[in-house]
C-alpha cells in the first residue's frame, strides 16, 4: 500500500477527524530507546513479517527499520482484510517504496508452505495479541528464522489501549491453549472482550452492535484480541522457547520485544 493509499482509505471509511489524528500521531512518533542497538540485527538482511506492513517500521515509526533492511516478505491470513484491504499472493508486498517481498497468504500460526531456517529476522507488530494459540505461532515464527536470527515482536501497550479495562492473561492460560492445540475459531474470550473492550478508543470498531457481530464471526476477521499481554508475559512467552531476550520496553504505545535464535 503506497503513501496516498494509506490515508485514502480511512478518509473513506473513517472521516476526516480520524485521519487527520491519525496523521499527527504518525507524524510525531519517536524512536525506541535503544534504536541504534536493533538495527544492527537488520540492516541489510532478508527477513518476513507476520501482519503487515506496518506504520511503526516505515521511516518516521517507532523502529524505523524498512529502510535498513535488504528485503522482506509478508504473511497475511486472508485475501481481504480489515486493515489492507484487498490483497494477493505473489511479489507484492511493499514495505519500503517500490521495494516488494513475497505476499503469502497463510495462517500466522501455520507456515507450514515455507522452509525452516531461511530467513536473517522475523517481525511482528500488533498481531499476536490477535492469535488463539500464541506459543504454536511463535514456534512457527522461530522455526523459518536461521540459528541466531532475531525475532522482533509488538503488542499493544493494555494501559493505555483497547484492553485498558482486561486483565493481563496468565502464562498458564496461554500454556494450556498451547496443549490443547486451540484454534483459530476460539471464542473463549469473546464475553470478556464484550464486556470490558475499550470502544472509546477503538475507532474500527464504530458501535458496540458492529463490534460484536464483527467479533461472532472473528475467524473471518480476527480482530478479537484473544490475549492481553504485558511485558512480563512476552518475556515469559520467549523464556519458554529459550528465546535469548537482547531488548525489552513498554514505555510507549507498545510492549516490545526483541530476541535471538539460540
Known amino acids: 500500500m503506497n503513501l496516498i493509499s494509506r490515508f485514502i482509505r480511512p478518509l473513506k471509511r473513517y472521516g476526516f477527524s480520524y485521519t487527520l489524528r491519525r496523521i499527527i500521531t504518525k507524524s510525531f512518533e519517536s524512536k525506541i530507546k535503544g534504536y541504534a542497538e536493533i538495527e544492527q540485527y537488520f540492516k541489510n538482511k532478508e527477513g518476513i513479517e507476520i501482519g503487515g506492513p506496518s506504520e511503526v517500521f516505515r521511516l518516521f515509526g517507532y523502529i524505523p527499520i524498512y529502510t535498513k533492511i535488504r528485503n522482506l516478505d509478508g504473511v497475511n491470513f486472508s485475501n481481504n482484510t480489515i486493515w489492507e484491504g484487498d490483497i494477493f499472493a ?25 522452509d525452516s531456517k531461511q530467513y536473517d529476522f522475523l517481525v511482528s507488530s500488533n498481531c499476536l495479541e490477535h492469535i488463539a494459540n500464541p506459543i504454536k505461532a511463535l514456534m512457527e515464527w522461530l522455526r523459518v528464522v536461521k540459528q541466531g536470527g532475531v525475532i522482533l515482536v509488538l503488542v499493544p501497550n493494555n494501559k493505555n489501549g483497547i484492553d485498558k479495562y482486561r486483565p493481563v492473561t496468565k502464562f498458564t492460560h496461554i500454556l494450556e491453549d498451547f496443549q490443547k492445540n486451540v484454534g483459530e475459531d476460539d471464542l473463549t474470550h469473546l464475553d470478556e472482550v464484550l464486556e470490558n473492550h475499550n470502544l472509546e478508543v477503538d475507532i474500527e470498531a464504530r458501535d458496540f452492535q458492529y463490534f460484536k457481530n464483527r467479533s461472532l464471526n472473528n475467524y473471518n476477521h480476527r480482530t478479537i484480541h484473544h490475549h492481553v499481554f504485558d511485558i512480563n508475559l512476552l518475556k515469559e512467552l520467549f523464556i519458554y522457547l529459550n528465546i535469548e531476550i537482547i531488548l525489552t520496553d513498554d514505555k510507549y504505545t507498545f510492549v516490545t520485544v526483541l530476541g535471538k535464535k539460540r
Open 90 to 114: 505473489g511479489n507484492n508486498y511493499v514495505f519500503n517504496g517500490k521495494k516488494a517481498g513475497k505476499q503469502f497468504i497463510i495462517d500466522a500460526s501455520d507456515l507450514s508452505s515455507l
